[in-house]
């Protein structure tokens, strides 16, 4: 996903942005203890099991700063990592390595720390047909690095934006007048390449739903029991989501009822992060 084109384009803004927010006029700290250029190395080490995502950003980090830093990778992401363990070694000014620390840890924890949640949820789904996705609770500007994240991880990606296609959530669907106007509108104005997904409530907006030839219909928030008689309902005539408030802890018994997704918003908003720190800068 990160090769040269992506990166150019839509990564390195936001982590030039992110460098901006650490750095308003210079590091004041660094600048106080090492006032010249001094070629060093630090050691990046895994302070917890879990799954490490992210290195090509970390990396990019600092190079962004300096185009001569060089690290080297003793794993590669999806890799599972363990405590103690050496993930890799940074090379290059020390001063660089020592501005840019933060920001570039910040980006390996935080995209660490998805990709090891979602393995756990994802390895819920195992053996069944249902597929893990997430969804736009995101942290702003972070998008394509967490969902990035919950790729290496296992899981899958709901639309990217709101370009990406049609959700007619709660909202949308009282403002068109209900759920068989909203989705005559949709199919209206929407490109016929996309596919039309409709938020449900109750069993009586399911059947709306797939009257009106929804592509789609999430069982959102409902009971065991309204998803069980809901998807006897639809009977493979749409693809069935579950979401609302799944977690590590309910999801396989959402897996029994055989549907074909299932949205976590956890994924990216409640996911802890991998201890993970950069140790031992020494000069060389």
């Not at 203890?33 to 995502?53: F, R, S, T």
């Not at 996309?194 to 009586?204: P, Y």
């Amino acid at each position: 996903m990160f090769d040269l084109t992506t990166l150019a384009l839509n990564v390195d803004p936001l982590i030039v942005s992110a460098l901006k927010e650490d750095i308003t006029s210079e590091d004041v700290t660094t600048n106080s203890v090492m006032p010249h250029p001094q070629q060093g190395e630090a050691d990046l080490i895994c302070k917890q099991d879990g799954m490490i995502c992210g290195l090509p950003i970390f990396e990019r980090v600092f190079r962004l700063l300096d185009a001569d830093i060089a690290a080297e990778c003793f794993v590669s992401d999806g890799d599972c990592v363990h405590n103690g363990q050496q993930i890799a070694k940074i090379r290059g000014d020390m001063r660089i390595l020592l501005s840019g620390e933060r920001t570039a840890l910040n980006y390996l924890q935080r995209m660490s720390g998805i990709a090891t949640y979602t393995h756990t949820m994802a390895g819920l789904l195992k053996g069944t047909k249902t597929k893990l996705l997430d969804t736009r609770k995101t942290s702003p500007n972070n998008r394509i690095f967490e969902k990035y994240a919950v790729r290496v991880g296992g899981g899958n990606n709901h639309r990217y934006n709101l370009t990406d296609g049609v959700l007619l959530k709660d909202n949308h669907i009282n403002a068109a007048g209900g759920v068989k106007n909203a989705v005559r509108m949709a199919k209206a104005y929407a490109p016929f390449v996309r596919k039309i997904e409709v938020e449900t409530e109750t069993l009586a907006m399911v059947k709306d739903a797939i009257e009106a030839g929804a592509d789609i219909i999430m069982l959102d928030n409902m009971t065991y029991g309204q998803m069980k008689e809901a998807v006897a309902y639809i009977d493979g005539r749409a693809e069935v989501e579950i979401s609302g408030n799944v977690t590590k802890e309910n999801i396989s018994r959402l897996a029994d009822l055989g549907v074909d997704y299932i949205s976590s918003g956890a994924l990216t908003h409640s996911a802890p992060i991998l201890d993970l720190s950069l140790k031992n800068l020494h000069a060389v």
